[in-house]
């Protein structure tokens, strides 16, 4: 199993309020990803990380952001969450090198969030 | 584009049936990648296989195989003798040069097997 936690893994929060989830690897993998799997729409990427403080969009990056300190962690933060972002949050990790690996991505458990 | 296409959405059989999962992939690139995930009830992802496109040779994995046919743009997954802990999601996946690599994924095929 590839060694990548989730932190939390279940949360209820409130509409309004700021919400973090952690991705830690010890992997030492330099590329990190949050996902989004809800209902009918799949897998959907939020945010990518190629590196320790560099970041770029997915295909639903609104109303999320990240962060990036250190190789072995991944911050995911709702600034101020909404119901329609009440879903399952997967980190993931791959290998630095896509074009000889073909970017295979190994994930996390997961975390339920709820927006109530 | 890109895409991955699933057909099946929901698939039951009967325990030790064999049963094949089918995915058909669009791609202008001749160098990509294709990817199988499972997604037990429990819910995490685990990663089952990775084929280039250079490598049509059919796997085996113990029960699992994929059958991987650049002529049809297919990779299709067949379980033998299934069994119950095969109940999961599987999800169909594709990376290339023109997605930067990044997975495109298919809906995903729900299996069944019933004891």
């Known amino acids: 199993d590839a060694g990548i936690t989730q932190s939390p893994r279940h949360k209820v929060t409130e509409t309004g309020t700021p919400v973090t989830l952690r991705c830690h690897q010890t992997e030492n993998h330099r590329y990190m990803y949050w996902y989004r799997q809800d209902p009918g729409h799949g897998l959907r990427l939020i945010h990518y990380s190629y590196g320790v403080k560099d970041t770029d969009k997915g295909e639903v990056s609104d109303g999320y952001s990240v962060s990036r300190s250190k190789t072995e962690d991944f911050l995911l933060t709702l600034e101020s969450a909404t119901s329609s972002q009440t879903s399952v949050y997967f980190c993931a990790i791959s290998d630095a090198r896509p074009k000889v690996f073909g970017n295979t991505i190994y994930f996390g458990e997961g975390s339920w969030l709820t927006v109530v | 584009a890109q895409k991955v296409t699933q057909a099946q959405t929901e698939i039951s059989v009967v325990e030790k049936e064999d049963v094949t999962l089918d995915c058909v992939y669009e791609t202008r690139d001749t160098t990509y990648y294709l990817f199988w995930y499972k997604q037990p009830p429990s819910g995490e992802l685990v990663f089952l296989i990775r084929r280039n496109s250079f490598d049509e040779q059919n796997e085996i994995s113990g029960r699992y195989s994929w059958n991987f046919q650049k002529s049809t743009s297919s990779f299709n997954f067949t379980i033998t003798a299934s069994q119950v802990v095969d109940s999961a999601v599987y999800f169909c996946?594709?990376?290339?040069?023109?997605?930067?690599?990044?997975?495109?994924w298919g809906a995903g095929t729900k299996l069944i097997i019933k004891p």
């Open positions: 996946a594709l990376s290339d040069v023109d997605s930067n690599y990044q997975l495109i």
